[in-house]
């Protein structure tokens, strides 16, 4: 059984800065990719931002030079430094891992229970 677990999520002001941080743990052998969706209330969750595992990396159009994806691949670990927060960006922040091997199962998508980025004044 694996967990993914976030952190970093809170309050901060309009323009501010924020990092959030993913650790994927249970005998993990390795991740294809891994990412943060979000959701807003009333809305789909949808793609934040994605990096594989040779650190090629995607972006939503919407946080396109405000958002820093990375990952530490010795840490099975994922990490999002988002900056000039806006108050849209307000949501809950899911991290994702797709094609996650550990040493008895293979899962296709893993999530985590989401951690809550509020942006407002």
């Known amino acids: 059984q694996i967990q993914v677990v976030e952190s970093g999520g809170g309050l901060v002001q309009p323009g501010g800065a924020l990092q959030l941080s993913c650790v994927v743990s249970g005998n993990i052998v390795s991740i294809n990719s891994m990412g943060w969706y979000r959701q807003a209330p009333g809305k789909e969750r949808e793609l934040v931002a994605s990096i594989t595992n040779d650190g090629s990396t995607n972006y939503d159009h919407s946080v396109k030079g405000r958002f820093t994806i990375s990952r530490d691949n010795e840490k099975n670990s994922v990490y999002l430094q988002m900056s000039s927060l806006k108050p849209e960006d307000t949501a809950v922040y899911y991290c994702?891992?797709?094609?996650?091997?550990?040493?008895?199962?293979?899962?296709?998508?893993?999530w985590g229970k989401g951690t809550l980025v509020t942006v407002s004044s």
């Open positions: 994702n891992g797709k094609g996650v091997k550990t040493t008895i199962h293979y899962i296709i998508d893993a």
